[in-house]
């Protein structure tokens, strides 16, 4: 067998998924909940960090009790659920996705988004096709996705992490691909601002297409 073809590992939520609107609105749900007032997307982006209890204390000045974050976790999720719906593909992904495929590259989907939830997501864009592996969060929710990078690669035949590169919109993404020794480019569009992602000392891009580009150079 030849040389292993170069790999990205799509982040979903704020990545291929244009979902910030959604959450915003189930953040600032759950926000009420305890009493807090709402935020806006320039500070969410300016504070937003996993595991996400943290993010809650960067905002209340103290960790949430087990039972606040229990109870913020379930109206997040419903909220999101009832928004998410009217939300779409980042632009350009089907293109960008079908490119990438037929250029002799394989990809995957790597998101915290419940495992569940995330197929029929997927298979109704109609994407499914262009990846070699789809794994949402199996387990708790607001941790790391380290350990779920390392599990996801180590399911992936004929992948090499060192021609293997993860986009993403979080500081996470970066944290996750260093854990397993593949490369990172950061997407603005999502959670993160451009000036937090800059911290990650990775390639820091404004469009998909660009984060391709990004890939195309890092794995080869």
Known sequence: MGEQA??????????????IDAVMSATNAAF???????ITLARYRELYCVPIPRFYER??????????????????????????????????????????QETGGTQSILSMYGHEDLLPLVRGFGIER????????????GGSKAEHMRRHISGLEGVAARRTVVIGDALDDAVAAAHVGAHAVLYT???HSRAS??????????TLAEAVTEAARLAN
């Open 189 to 191: 569009g999502g959670s």
């Open 59 to 100: 905002l209340m000045g103290r960790l949430p009790t087990q039972a606040e974050w229990d109870h913020m976790d379930v109206i997040f999720h419903r909220h999101y659920l009832d928004h998410h719906l009217r939300c779409g593909l980042a632009e350009g992904v089907e293109s960008l996705l079908e490119d990438w």
């Open 32 to 38: 009420a909940e305890i009493g807090l007032e709402p």
């Open 197 to 206: 992602l800059e911290g990650a000392g990775v390639p820091v891009v404004d």
């Open 130 to 141: 262009r990846f070699v592996r789809v794994d949402g969060r199996t387990g708790p929710s």
């Open 6 to 19: 170069p790999h990205i590992v799509w982040d979903w939520n704020g990545t291929l998924f244009h979902d």
